[in-house]
């Protein structure tokens, strides 16, 4: 399933996205962002930006600092693939974790939100350990 978003450089998106030998995938979506409202979910790939397709080897805090530097609304295409290990927009997608390298696992994972600066998406990110 192919779908867009608007993002809006006052609105928070709310989406959290990391770089995947796939691509650009959604790794959490905040129940009350602009992503939320617009139907993203995690598992969810970001494959385009203003009809334009985003390269596959493209980095997430890369990408991120791209969309900040725009300052102004921009479309983001989303394909949507059916799986069964998702079980909300909120839940972690853990399979596409575990199967990247364990420095994969600890890299930045930036959140698309124009109302963060370029430092705050480029500060590295604590994994999350499950028990």
């Known amino acids: 399933m192919n ?3 608007m993002l809006h450089p006052d609105v928070r ?3 959290t ?4 030998s796939n691509g650009l995938l959604v790794t959490y979506v905040e129940p009350d962002g602009a992503g939320a409202e617009q139907r993203v979910e995690v598992g969810d790939f970001l ?5 334009e397709s985003i390269p596959r080897d493209i980095g ?4 991120v600092a791209q969309l900040i530097a725009l300052a102004r609304p921009v479309e983001l295409g989303f394909v949507r693939q059916i799986d069964s290990n998702i079980d909300s927009p909120n839940s972690t997608l853990e399979s596409e974790l575990e199967s ?4 994969a696992a600890a890299e930045v994972v930036p959140e ?4 963060i600066s370029p430092a705050e998406v480029l500060a590295p990110v ?6």
């Open 3 to 5: 779908f867009t978003a």
């Open 13 to 15: 998106f709310g989406v």
């Open 17 to 20: 996205i990391a770089s995947t």
């Open 47 to 51: 494959v385009k930006q203003d009809g």
């Open 60 to 63: 997430d805090a890369e990408f």
């Open 100 to 103: 990247e390298p364990e420095s």
């Open 112 to 115: 698309i939100s124009p109302m």
């Open 126 to 131: 604590p994994p999350v350990i499950e028990e």
